[in-house]
């Protein structure tokens, strides 16, 4: 592996980079965005998820624009697994989060009223 990573350049490392992060970047931005903007009432949050899922888009095709569609296709059909696997270990991680900081939060407020 590390052969490899020395035979490359560093342009092909850096457009697979971009494609493996963008899926996670995207979702988790979206998600967690429209939960803040839910949360909190603020609409503005729903527009920034928004951007951060558009920047994911652009992270990808800067990505595939670095290594060649050849290599873009090769990283995605190898990956393409854990990359979603890890979205969605990331999502769930957030709901829970958000679930159990919202009782510890109400549980508080109770203590205070």
């Known amino acids: 592996m590390i052969d490899f990573l020395r035979s ?4 092909l490392l850096f ?3 971009l ?3 963008n899926f996670p970047v995207g979702w988790i931005g979206l998600v967690w965005f ?20 558009v ?4 992270l990808m095709l800067a ?8 290599y873009a296709d090769a990283v995605f059909h190898k990956y393409y697994v854990i990359i979603i696997a890890i ?9 829970f989060m958000q679930r159990y900081f919202a009782k510890k ?9």
Request: proline share 3%; glycine share 8%; net charge positive.
């Open 19 to 21: 494609i493996l992060i």
């Open 63 to 70: 990505g595939v624009l670095f290594c060649g569609k050849a």
């Open 34 to 53: 429209a939960h803040l903007a839910k949360r909190s009432g603020r609409k503005i949050f729903y527009f920034v998820g928004l951007a951060i899922y």
């Open 15 to 17: 457009g697979i980079i």
């Open 55 to 58: 920047v994911s888009w652009i």
């Open 105 to 113: 939060n109400s549980k508080i407020n109770k203590k205070t009223d």
């Open 8 to 11: 490359c350049p560093p342009t």
């Open 87 to 95: 979205t969605l270990a990331s999502i769930v991680s957030l709901i």
